[in-house]
């Protein structure tokens, strides 16, 4: 079946430019994940959407972030303003989980995810 | 403030060594814990899940296991091959009210034909 799918693969924009990258995430999934990974770096958490439930954005390192996502589906990360330390690869993940599960359902499906390069 | 450790250098074997990566953590409890495979240019994939209150989970050649009292997870691949050669993440969940997970840094491995 279908995987997660991120848009665009890759993003070159320049300083200051505001940009705004796509996630569909597999369909039925409640969840949805943003998180940025520098080069030879980790992944850092940003956003996480559940259900209705009010989104985690704890991870949002500025104002500048920010994030949507419509029902269960589409998400949308926008950064405003863009800086050089912006440039990372953003990568999107569901999963089926629920509030306080931790069987299998909490397994995340990441994307491939989008290069940012702010120059 | 939550940490995860993974060794940073790379790990360099020999084809059909045991592979042995750890994952040791602070300030955090956990109820499982996650190991993920990243290709280059790749987004992670998800390989095993052990719980807080299971010593050990194995899954073909993969074994994982975890020790609470000492904070630490170990990832071992038995007969490496070539192809195991890839980062590996261990990610924490379930220690909060949501179900985000953190990740440490990961560590290369490669192995030798």
């Known amino acids: 079946g279908a995987g997660v799918s991120q848009s665009p693969s890759n993003k070159v924009t320049e300083k200051g430019k505001d940009v705004e990258l796509r996630c569909d995430p597999i369909?039925?999934?409640?969840?949805l994940y943003w998180y940025r990974q520098r080069l030879g770096q980790g992944l850092e958490f940003l956003i996480y959407?559940?259900?209705?439930?009010?989104?985690?954005k704890s991870g949002l390192p500025s104002d500048r972030f920010s994030a949507e996502r419509t029902g269960e589906s589409v998400s949308t990360l926008t950064i405003q303003r863009t800086q050089q330390e912006d440039s990372a690869v953003y990568l999107c993940a569901s999963s089926l989980a629920l509030l306080g599960g931790s069987g299998p359902r909490d397994t995340q499906y990441f994307g491939p995810g989008t290069r940012l390069t702010v120059l | 403030s939550q940490k995860i450790e993974q060794n940073s250098e790379a790990l360099n074997i020999q084809e059909g060594k045991t592979a042995t990566l750890t994952c040791n953590y602070t300030n955090y409890s956990p109820a499982y814990l996650q190991w993920y495979r990243q290709d280059p240019g790749r987004g992670p994939v998800f390989l095993l899940l052990i719980r807080e209150n299971e010593k050990e989970k194995r899954k073909e050649r993969l074994k994982v296991t975890f020790d609470t009292t000492l904070k630490q997870s170990l990832f071992h691949i038995t007969a490496s091959q070539p192809a195991d050669s890839a980062t590996y993440l261990c990610?924490?969940?379930?220690?909060?009210?949501?179900?985000?997970?953190?990740f440490g840094t990961g560590t290369l491995l490669a192995v030798q034909p």
């Open positions: 369909s039925g999934h409640t969840a």
């Open positions: 990610a924490l969940g379930g220690g909060g009210a949501t179900n985000k997970l953190i």
């Open positions: 959407f559940q259900g209705n439930s009010a989104p985690d």
